[in-house]
């Protein structure tokens, strides 16, 4: 495991705060021994057309971690994913589910997920793929740093020593390796793994960021995450894993997704350095490559209009209460 430490230094935006102060009724209980893999942690599962994977990942996630709860988020997949959610839900007291009306980016669905996580009681909180491409058989390994207190948020890393990555072509791993390496740079983090979306948190770590101020696009979501967390002074640790392509249906991944992202990440870092003006009063603040973001904006520009499966920026999401019950009204939760 290779642990990141804690860094001194301004939060992402006005509206952050440091972790150090979790509301009340987040405060953590002690362990319990003998507790079965997964106890009092939350697995966040966004859904999009993914009902072919949906009832095979769902089974080895609670297999793999028996006393988690399973949060399926799904934006109104067209394929049926919801409806089959419910139907695992009614079968399985551990699983719960989440209807949102339409697919508004994979950012919103994580941060609407953890927000009903974080309202019903989890102590630990974990961000997964539902294609298989982030082994189940992980997660033992992956929650392990936050629930003996050795980390607040644990990255599954594919760029650590030990980590991999199998059945992807060469422009995918330099899009992927590429983006954490930029990222890197321009936010001056020691994470290895900036763009990887396996990630066990600390509930306290993550109520900690204002999620109103979150960019939460796709591919970008996953770096902001972790810049927010860092600067908040959260302990940040990499277990290796190998990631694999999914095995059925087809990437969401796009060229505008990545072009969001390099503006995105360089947006951040202008914002941190012009809230420090403004805090120490400095008049000038040399930014990080001055031409890169209208460059990088005018490349998104060009591309014209998302594609229909390309995560949208949208509304704030909304933390709702758990209910019991099955339903496809949109915006229920139930089990």
């Not at 009902?51 to 399926?72: E, K, M, R, S």
């Not at 902001?224 to 969401?252: H, L, N, W, Y």
């Amino acid at each position: 495991m290779t642990t990141t430490p804690s860094r001194d230094g301004s939060a992402a935006g006005p509206e952050s705060r440091p972790f150090s102060t979790p509301p009340a009724n987040l405060a953590e209980a002690a362990e319990v021994p003998g507790a079965p893999v997964g106890s009092g942690a939350w697995i966040v599962l966004p859904t999009y057309n993914e009902a072919d994977n949906l009832g095979t990942i769902a089974a080895a996630i609670l297999a793999a971690a028996p006393g988690a709860t399973l949060l399926v988020v799904d934006d109104g997949s067209p394929d049926g994913t919801g409806a089959l959610a419910d139907e695992l839900a009614a079968a399985d007291q551990r699983i719960r589910v989440r209807h949102r009306p339409a697919k508004q980016g994979l950012g919103r669905a994580y941060l609407d997920g953890f927000g009903i996580a974080l309202a019903g009681g989890a102590r630990f909180i974990v961000q997964m793929d539902a294609d298989w491409s982030h082994d189940p058989a992980a997660l033992e390994g992956l929650l392990r740093p936050v629930r003996d207190g050795s980390a607040d948020l644990v990255i599954g890393s594919r760029y650590t020593r030990g980590g991999g990555v199998v059945e992807w072509g060469l422009g995918r791993r330099l899009i992927s390796r590429g983006g954490s390496v930029f990222a890197r740079l321009v936010l001056g983090l020691t994470v290895h793994d900036l763009t990887g979306g396996f990630k066990a948190w600390r509930a306290t770590t993550l109520a900690a960021i204002p999620f109103a101020g979150v960019h939460a696009g796709g591919y970008v979501f996953q770096i902001e995450m972790t810049f927010r967390a860092s600067r908040s002074g959260a302990r940040v640790a990499e277990v290796p894993i190998t990631f694999r392509d999914r095995r059925v249906g087809q990437s969401k991944m796009s060229r505008r997704i990545v072009l969001e992202a390099l503006v995105v990440v360089v947006q951040l870092r202008a914002e941190e350095l012009l809230g420090r003006i403004r805090r120490t009063g400095r008049s000038t603040v040399e930014l990080p490559a001055p031409a890169v973001l209208p460059a990088i904006a005018d490349g998104v520009a060009e591309l014209g209009p998302a594609p229909a499966d390309a995560p949208a920026e949208s509304g704030s999401p909304a933390t709702v209460p758990v209910s019991s019950g099955p339903s496809n009204e949109p915006g229920h939760v139930g089990r």
